[in-house]
Nanobody
Framework: EVQLVESGGGLVQPGGSLRLSCAASGLTSRNYWMYWVRQAPGKGLEWVSQINRGGTSTSYAPFVKGRFTISRDNAKNMLYLQMNSLQIEDTAVYYC????????RGQGTQVTVSS
C-alpha cells in the first residue's frame, strides 16, 4: 500500500519560514516524479512544485517561485519543501503527491500564515 505522510506545517508569521517533509512508503520514490500541491480554504487543489526522479530538475508555480525550494532524498524516500518569505496567501493544506493533480496524495499538513 502506498503511503505519503506529510509533516512540518504550523503557524508562522508573514515573512517566516517552514520546511515541509513527506515520507513515502509502499513505493520506490526514485521511480516517480514527485509533486507538492496545496488547497487553500474554499479553493481547489493547485500545483505548487515538482521535481524529477533524480532531483536534477525542478519547477515552481509563479506564485512561489523564488521563495520555495523542492528537494528530495531518494535514499530515504523523502520529499521536502523549504518555504521562505511566507505570505498570508500561502495559507493552505499542503500535500505531497505522485501526480501533478494530487490524485494520489497524503493526508496533508496545515500551513497557516498569520500575524
Amino acid at each position: 500500500e502506498v503511503q505519503l505522510v506529510e509533516s512540518g506545517g504550523g503557524l508562522v508569521q508573514p515573512g517566516g519560514s517552514l520546511r515541509l517533509s513527506c515520507a513515502a512508503s509502499g513505493l520506490t520514490s526514485r521511480n516517480y516524479w514527485m509533486y507538492w500541491v496545496r488547497q487553500a480554504p474554499g479553493k481547489g487543489l493547485e500545483w505548487v512544485s515538482q521535481i524529477n526522479r533524480g532531483g536534477t530538475s525542478t519547477s515552481y508555480a509563479p506564485f512561489v517561485k523564488g521563495r520555495f525550494t523542492i528537494s528530495r532524498d531518494n535514499a530515504k524516500n523523502m520529499l521536502y519543501l523549504q518555504m521562505n518569505s511566507l505570505q498570508i496567501e500561502d495559507t493552505a493544506v499542503y500535500y505531497c503527491a505522485t501526480d501533478p493533480g494530487g490524485g494520489r496524495r497524503g493526508q496533508g499538513t496545515q500551513v497557516t500564515v498569520s500575524s
